[in-house]
């Protein structure tokens, strides 16, 4: 199994399920593959990485620019009461 060419969240391999609702140049966010979670969503780097103790300095900093815009977007159809950021490794 090839990483990059079956990793279900790199946007090359068309392997993605769920719609982009942004996009820079290190990251992208989508909404999340599951609908019975209201107002939830994944923060995904463009870099192939495995998992975020692989994050440079950079995606770093910029996901932390980027996190109020995300959550922005989520609260945009109903205000969450509350917010749980982290990963699955």
Known sequence: MNKETDCPFCLENDLLKVDVLF???????????????GNAGMAITKRHVETPFEFNDLEWVRLRELLPKFKAMLDKNEPAQGYNIGWNV
């Open 23 to 37: 996009e820079d140049n290190l990251w992208y966010f989508t909404e999340m593959n599951e609908k019975a979670i």
